[in-house]
């Protein structure tokens, strides 16, 4: 496994060694102790969730204020280009967004702590996308930050209009979010 940070501290890029030959491939997903050796984060997952979504569906941006939830994903079939927005007030970084293609084909995975707003756009003609969280689902403290908003100038890879919930498409201004102290 290799580990990369990315642009902003404390998302990390998570690139599996694969094990392949002509039966198909092996790659061990997630191993807590070597990961911890890698990155000093012990993280305990409560809650593993699988979506399935059709192109051009744009799934955030979302974050719970309250029970939040550190996120590792990872897409099983099909592509997705992931976004990431640090929501942190107190961050260097606060406001800044990064985007990652994850692909069935690269295997790359996106470890996403607390704080951070997440969501992502499917590019595929559908993906399947995975995601284990640190905490359970409260609904009641989920938020969403609008996914075209012009204060994070988000630079989504997407022609015509994206499919979005009703959730997503009343999702707020960054300056009118709740946000992490």
Partial sequence: MQIRSAEIPDVLIIEPNVFGDDRGFFYESFNSRRFAELTSVHINFVQDNHSKSAKNVLRGL???LQQPQGK???VISGEV???VVDIRRSSLTFGRWIGVKLS???KRQLWIPEGFAHGFLVTSESAEF???TTDYWAPQFERSIRWNDPILGIDWPIVGSPVLSEKDRAGVSLK???VFA
């Fill in 130 to 132: 995975l995601y284990k």
């Fill in 62 to 64: 979302h974050y719970q």
């Fill in 72 to 74: 590792l994903v990872r």
């Fill in 81 to 83: 280009y992931d976004v």
């Fill in 104 to 106: 069935a084909e690269n």
């Fill in 176 to 178: 009118d979010a709740e």
